[in-house]
T-cell receptor, first 112, second 113 residues
Framework: SQKIEQNSEALNIQEGKTATLTCNYT??????LQWYRQDPGRGPVFLLL?????KEKRKERLKVTFDTTLKQSLFHITASQPADSATYLC???????????FGGGTRLMVKP | DGGITQSPKYLFRKEGQNVTLSCEQN?????MYWYRQDPGQGLRLIYY???????QKGDIAEGYSVSREKKESFPLTVTSAQKNPTAFYLC????????????FGPGTRLLVL
């Protein structure tokens, strides 16, 4: 069956360090993968999209990698700040190309 | 000021009652979506619409109904057939039907009395 796995345990890091979040998937051949940020009680906000033919994408302090062989995406936040504390969701286009499927998200806590 | 609005922010449902959640967008997007989010869980797709007067079931459509009579509006009705409706409901839209970059509303929290 198709599955998207994100670490359900919260990730706690110190301010200034690099946070690395993982998104693993099985039985998908996604044309692209997306990362969203969600704050408590609010809707997700789009951050980055990376296509299957791209290895890496950057946006300011954010970096996403996409390894279609390992079936894994890594999401990095460099020089993390307490304001980066939120839940981060990865999302994949399903094989039929008609639905975006979300992982369960990983909560990031950046301590000052 | 473009965006997606959802109302109400909180909604209470009595047993056996149908309730309707509103979703409006002024982004001129063709596609709209409804998701359900349970505590500590990811988003699950209820229904989506790629064009006016057309919609498709998502993964968990049972107990829900939608309509898409206008491009900017995509209301969701939670019927009495939905036995566990307590959740956070999120509406989203995207420019086209290829599902890229979805823009989300602020959500409606539905509680059962």
């Amino acid at each position: 069956s198709q599955k998207i796995e994100q670490n359900s345990e919260a990730l706690n890091i110190q301010e200034g360090k690099t946070a690395t979040l993982t998104c693993n998937y099985t039985n998908y051949s996604p044309a692209y993968l997306q990362w969203y940020r969600q704050d408590p009680g609010r809707g997700p906000v789009f951050l980055l999209l990376i296509r299957e033919n791209e290895k890496e994408k950057r946006k300011e302090r954010l970096k996403v990698t996409f390894d279609t062989t390992l079936k894994q995406s890594l999401f990095h936040i460099t020089a993390s700040q307490p304001a980066d504390s939120a839940t981060y969701l990865c999302a994949l286009l399903n094989n039929a190309g008609n639905m975006l499927t979300f992982g369960g998200g990983t909560r990031l806590m950046v301590k000052p | 000021d473009g965006g997606i609005t959802q109302s109400p922010k909180y909604l209470f449902r009595k047993e056996g009652q149908n309730v309707t959640l509103s979703c409006e967008q002024n982004l001129n997007h063709d596609a709209m979506y409804w998701y359900r989010q349970d505590p500590g869980q990811g988003l699950r797709l209820i229904y989506y619409s790629q064009i006016v007067n057309d919609f498709q079931k998502g993964d968990i459509a049972e107990g829900y109904s939608v309509s898409r009579e206008k491009k900017e509006s995509f209301p969701l009705t939670v019927t009495s057939a939905q036995k566990n409706p307590t959740a956070f409901y999120l509406c989203a839209s995207s420019r086209g039907p290829n599902q890229e970059t979805q823009y989300f509303g602020p959500g409606t929290r539905l509680l059962v009395l």
